[in-house]
Structures are given as C-alpha cells and as structure tokens.
C-alpha cells in the first residue's frame, strides 16, 4: 500500500509556457499533499502544502501564483508552473499523508524532472 | 525553516561493511523518518519513530530517535551494492504538518 504516482516522469518545454504535474496516491485518500523542488545534489526543498478541498499554504519565497496548486480530491492534486523559465528546471517531487497512516508519514512520488528551455 | 544537519555527507565503503549515519537538528522534533532515494527518483520511506529512545529496525536498517528528541542516527549492517544511493532524514515538530529534511548522506558501496 501507500502508492503514489506522478505524471508526467519527465517533460521539456519552452520558456514563457505552463506545464502541469499531476501527482496521485493510488491506494489510500490523502488529505494532504506536498509538494518539494530538488536541484541536483541537493536536499528537497518544501514548496507548499496542500489539504483537500483548500486553499495551498506556501512556503516563503515560493510565488503562489507561479506554482499553482489545486487538490480538488482525495486522490489528486496538481501543480501548474506558468509561465515557466530556465531557473524553474528542476525535480519536482510530491508526497502524501492520508488517514491510514496516523504516524504522519509522507510518501513520495517518482518525481517530474521538468526541463525548460 | 529548520536546519537538520546530516553527517557524514558522504561515504565510500567496501560491501560488507557497516555504516552509520546521524541527524542533528537545534530544535526538539515528535518524530522523525528515514528515507533512501536513488538517482531520477522519489525518495522511498525506510523507517518511522515516533518516540525519544525508540529503536526500530527493519532488515538490515536501524534507526534510533535519539533521547534528546533533536537527533536520530541511522545504521545499516551488512552493506550490500544495492544500497547505494542518498539517504534523507526528516524531523516533524511537535505541531503542523511539515517535515524538514536533512541534508541528506551519499553512500556509495565498493564490490
């Protein structure tokens, strides 16, 4: 159990268009979702937190309206880089905490490696 | 945001050996998780502690919340190639949601 899985793995476009991750836990209802950034070589840095049904609670200095976050269900959320440019290129990595898992643990998904040009 | 620092940052060792690896934190966390994550993918949970002494193993893995609650340490006996890979902690504080990560320990295991 605790699956969650991310789409797309892997994405390229070109600097000035958005692009939108899914991310989906496939075997339990998260109530809440994260969302990190990891550059290369580093640890994974939390973007923004997201509960079922509300408003995302971003971290400082992430701009929420660049990174949109929607968590319309239980098994859902997405995030939408818009207007994306060169420096937002990156490895984008969520994760999942539901009601089956009382330790508060968070389960990742194989992240998106998003390349802008 | 919280600082975990994560020692050693790196190492090298012969397969066979043991490795140990700690966390460190200035602030008192309510628990703290071990994850493993290996190149172009997710990191994958390993262990959960949810209370100050509590040793939990799993496999060839340990891990122990450390009694200050504001480090855990992480011990892997026996290594084998397959474990390579960076291992991330991450601490909870005693309210909210977040987790905050490590710096995270590069392990690279010789044949």
């Known amino acids: 159990g605790a699956v969650v899985s991310q789409h797309p793995s892997w994405v390229i476009c070109k600097s000035g268009t958005s692009v939108k991750i899914e991310c989906r836990s496939l075997?339990?209802?998260?109530?809440?979702m994260f969302w990190y950034r990891q550059f290369p070589k580093q640890s994974l840095m939390l973007m923004a937190t997201?509960?079922?049904?509300?408003?995302?609670?971003?971290e400082q200095g992430v701009e929420k309206d660049k990174f949109l976050i929607n968590h319309a269900s239980l098994t859902l959320s997405t995030l939408t880089v818009t207007s994306a440019h060169p420096e937002d290129s990156s490895f984008y990595i969520c994760?999942?905490?539901?009601?089956?898992?009382?330790?508060?643990?968070?389960?990742f998904g194989p992240g998106t490696r998003l390349t802008v040009l | 945001g919280q600082q975990l620092n994560q020692s050693p940052q790196s190492m090298f060792i012969q397969e066979g050996e043991d490795v140990s690896m700690n966390c460190t934190s200035s602030s008192i966390f309510n628990t703290w998780l071990w994850y493993k994550q290996e190149p172009g993918e997710g990191p994958v949970l390993l262990i959960a502690l949810y209370k100050a002494g509590e040793l939990t193993s799993n496999g060839r893995l340990t891990a122990q919340f450390g009694i200050t609650r504001k480090d855990s340490f992480l011990n892997i006996s026996a290594s084998i190639p397959s474990d390579v890979g960076i291992y991330f902690c991450?601490?909870?504080?005693?309210?909210?949601?977040?987790?905050?990560f490590g710096t995270g320990t590069s392990l690279t295991v010789i044949p």
């Open positions: 994760s999942a905490r539901g009601l089956d898992h009382p330790g508060n643990e968070q389960f």
């Open positions: 991450a601490g909870q504080l005693g309210t909210g949601n977040q987790f905050y």
């Open positions: 075997d339990f209802q998260a109530t809440t």
């Open positions: 997201s509960n079922e049904g509300s408003k995302a609670t971003y």
